[in-house]
């Protein structure tokens, strides 16, 4: 099966990455979905890039790895396709909600962010069933940083934020003046009350987009 990757960063990423690599990523790929319970569905795996093309980015949020249970991962960062929101999912809408005083419906499809221009991004883009952190590898790993580096080159303005230590480990490649860089603690029921919740970080990164003649995102789901 190919690999289907939107234009725009099909052709970027394709001149940074040598021959030998991406077929070691794609080998790899089918192996593991040939042999294992492989989520997101193999067509969703590029999904967050597929949604926003270069040109069209205006925020970045980093997660860690695609939810590891059947029916829960949609190849986008928090996102879920079967309506359940996870514990970190909820938190971010609670503080949605005290920031920008709007009611969140429960809808747990963060497609209408994407198609916004909010890239979500996890580090690694996909994960064995109940196995969390399993495909956290090298080859992913070299995959998101050229991704966030192509980013941070960019002269259009983007929020980037970059919640909990995972995220923040990303922070030494964003220093285009052009980006506004906002950091918290991950919103995860065992760190939001340590600076997540009151981070305002949507109001923030509404009055930055406005101040730079973009349309603020419409937060609501």
């Given at each position: 099966m190919d690999y289907v990757l939107e234009k725009s960063w099909s052709e970027k990423l394709s001149s940074r990455f040598e021959q030998d690599y991406k077929r070691k990523l794609f080998g790899w790929l089918n192996g593991e979905y040939a042999s294992k319970v492989v989520f997101p569905p193999k067509q969703l795996i590029f999904n967050a890039l597929n949604l926003v093309p270069i040109d069209k980015v205006k925020v970045v949020?980093?997660?860690?790895?695609?939810?590891?249970?059947?029916?829960?991962?949609?190849?986008?960062?928090?996102?879920?396709?079967?309506?359940?929101?996870?514990?970190?999912?909820?938190?971010?809408?609670?503080?949605?909600?005290?920031?920008?005083?709007?009611?969140?419906?429960?809808?747990?499809?963060?497609?209408?962010?994407?198609?916004?221009?909010?890239?979500?991004?996890?580090?690694?883009?996909?994960?064995?069933?109940?196995?969390?952190?399993?495909?956290?590898?090298?080859?992913?790993?070299?995959?998101?940083?050229?991704?966030?580096?192509?980013?941070?080159?960019?002269?259009?303005?983007?929020?980037?934020?970059?919640?909990?230590?995972?995220?923040?480990?990303?922070?030494?490649?964003?220093?285009n003046p052009n980006h506004l860089i906002l950091q918290s603690a991950h919103p995860s029921p065992f760190s939001a009350y340590n600076g997540f919740f009151g981070c305002k970080h949507f109001s923030k990164c509404n009055y930055f987009l406005t101040a730079h003649n973009l349309t603020a995102i419409d937060w609501r789901i």
């Open positions: 949020i980093i997660g860690q790895d695609p939810y590891h249970t059947r029916g829960q991962a949609d190849g986008l960062a928090f996102s879920c396709h079967n309506g359940t929101p996870q514990p970190s999912l909820k938190n971010i809408f609670k503080e949605i909600n005290d920031d920008l005083h709007i009611e969140m419906s429960g809808n747990t499809d963060l497609t209408a962010w994407a198609k916004q221009g909010v890239l979500l991004l996890n580090t690694s883009l996909t994960v064995i069933e109940h196995q969390p952190a399993s495909h956290a590898n090298e080859l992913w790993h070299t995959f998101t940083t050229e991704v966030v580096k192509i980013l941070n080159e960019l002269n259009q303005p983007i929020v980037f934020m970059l919640w909990g230590n995972h995220a923040k480990s990303f922070l030494p490649l964003l220093n």
